[in-house]
Antibody, heavy 120, light 110 residues
Framework: HLQLQELGPGLVKPSETLSLTCTVSGDFINNRGNCWDWVRQPPGEGLEWIATICFTGNTYYNPSLKSRISISVDTSKNHFSLRLYSVTAADTAVYFC????????????WGQGTLVTVSS | QSVLTQPPSVSAAPGQKVTISCSGSSSNIGKKNVSWYQQFPRTAPKLLIYENDKRPSGIPDRFSGSKSGTSATLGITGLQTGDEAGYYCGTWDISLNGVVFGGGTKLTVL
């Protein structure tokens, strides 16, 4: 039974770097056919895709965030991570990690999400 | 401004049918599969429909999906109060080289 669990700091100061980790259980993160994504949702707003990293090592980033983000995988810990640099209040959101099936382009399952607030 | 366009809200009475549209372009829906997600307040989205019209195990057949050209539609029949939630469509955009979502539709079951 595949499960994803996000871990984040809760509160980040403006201009600092946000680091998030998603631990995967029930599947190997480097299994063929797997992609792993981050999606966020500002309070009261819709979903915004952030980035993906696939079993091939390929990465794709939201063009609007590309200059400030980095996604990586740690196969020894079976988790993947996101770094968002130079955060502002506009980055306040619930951050979800999810497994994406690249051929069908759908997300399943999702982590429960972690709220990150950017404030001094 | 979302790349995919959904109505902000729809409503219908219990037992009735509702459809939610998702409009895109030739760089996304026109060439890629569409998925739909259901999201209750303060919870994670849940996959409802994948590859345009397929239902994951455990999703009732009251939920259906279809795609035509650059648009997709989610249908829900036999509406229940428990269906009140936000619904999002999503797909890959080959021009942006990334995932795009609709702005979401809030379903109210009157």
């Amino acid at each position: 039974h595949l499960q994803l669990q996000e871990l984040g700091p809760g509160l980040v100061k403006p201009s600092e770097t946000l680091s998030l980790t998603c631990t995967v259980s029930g599947d190997f993160i480097n299994n063929r056919g797997n992609c792993w994504d981050w999606v966020r949702q500002p309070p009261g707003e819709g979903l915004e895709w952030i980035a993906t990293i696939c079993f091939t090592g390929n990465t794709y980033y939201n063009p609007s965030l590309k200059s400030r983000i980095s996604i990586s995988v740690d196969t020894s810990k079976n988790h993947f991570s996101l770094r968002l640099y130079s955060v502002t209040a506009a980055d306040t959101a619930v951050y979800f990690c999810a497994k994406r099936i690249p051929f069908g382009d759908y997300f399943d399952p999702w982590g429960q999400g972690t709220l990150v607030t950017v404030s001094s | 401004q979302s790349v995919l366009t959904q109505p902000p809200s729809v409503s219908a009475a219990p037992g009735q049918k509702v459809t939610i549209s998702c409009s895109g372009s030739s760089s996304n829906i026109g060439k890629k599969n569409v998925s739909w997600y259901q999201q209750f307040p303060r919870t994670a989205p849940k996959l409802l429909i994948y590859e345009n019209d397929k239902r994951p195990s455990g999703i009732p057949d009251r939920f259906s999906g279809s795609k035509s050209g650059t648009s997709a539609t989610l249908g829900i029949t036999g509406l229940q109060t428990g269906d009140e939630a936000g619904y999002y469509c999503g797909t890959w955009d080959i021009s942006l080289n990334g995932v795009v979502f609709g702005g979401g539709t809030k379903l109210t079951v009157l």
